[in-house]
């Protein structure tokens, strides 16, 4: 089993930043890739950016230039994912989710709150 816990999610006001981050542990033998989702109310969830095991990076047209996705491998048995997110607006508030691909299984964290105030 694999497990993801989500931090650093908050109220912020817009042109502000926030980093979020993911502790993904357990039985983590091979990691395909790593995400961070968002699910605004009403709306359905959606990529925000992912990386691969290769390093590869995909974001969001959305995201593009203003989150950063990156990632810290294997310190003291745990994975780290990091979405820097700056210039923040009123539109990326949603609940941001991480989700990791771990032997070719999907798995989900349960969310962080990301507010942004006009």
């Known amino acids: 089993q694999v497990q993801l816990v989500e931090s650093g999610g908050g109220l912020v006001q817009a042109g502000g930043s926030l980093r979020l981050s993911c502790a993904a542990s357990?039985?983590?033998?091979?990691?395909?890739?790593m995400g961070w989702y968002r699910q605004a109310p009403g709306k359905q969830r959606e990529l925000v950016a992912d990386i691969t095991a290769g390093g590869s990076r995909t974001y969001a047209d959305s995201a593009k230039g203003r989150f950063t996705i990156s990632r810290d491998n294997a310190k003291n048995a745990m994975y780290l994912l990091y979405l820097q997110m700056n210039s923040l607006k009123p539109e990326d508030t949603a609940v941001y989710y991480c989700?990791?691909?771990?032997?070719?299984?999907?798995?989900w964290g349960k969310g962080t709150q990301v507010t942004v105030s006009s």
């Open positions: 357990g039985r983590i033998f091979v990691i395909n890739s």
């Open positions: 989700k990791g691909v771990v032997g070719g299984f999907v798995y």
